[in-house]
């Protein structure tokens, strides 16, 4: 079993920066692609961006050029640097990570304001 515990979510100004960050634990043995996905009010859950364990990105277009992915395998921590925020960007933010099986955080609101 893997739990993923997610932090640095809150409530920003537009134009400001948030990192968030996913720590996995538990019986971990090898993770392989770890990423977020997004889900506002009354929408249906979407990619944020994702990484694999050799440090391969991907990104939503909403995201690209803002936010970037990182991870740190030693730690089996990844993270999620979201500059220039916006108030779309307002959602939970859902840390996730494969391994035998897709495991989820519990999720962290980020709220921005305009």
């Known amino acids: 079993q893997v739990q993923l515990v997610e932090s640095g979510g809150g409530l920003v100004q537009a134009g400001g920066s948030l990192r968030l960050s996913c720590a996995a634990s538990?019986?971990?043995?090898?993770?392989?692609?770890m990423g977020w996905y997004r889900q506002a009010p009354g929408k249906q859950r979407e990619l944020v961006a994702d990484?694999?364990?050799?440090?391969?990105?991907n990104y939503a277009d909403s995201a690209l050029g803002r936010f970037t992915i990182s991870r740190d395998n030693a730690k089996n921590t990844a993270y999620l640097q979201m500059n220039s925020l916006k108030p779309e960007d307002t959602a939970v933010y859902y840390c996730?990570?494969?391994?035998?099986?897709?495991?989820w955080g519990q999720g962290t609101q980020v709220t921005v304001s305009s």
């Open positions: 990484i694999t364990s050799g440090g391969l990105t």
């Open positions: 538990g019986s971990i043995f090898s993770l392989n692609d």
């Open positions: 996730y990570a494969t391994a035998r099986f897709v495991y």
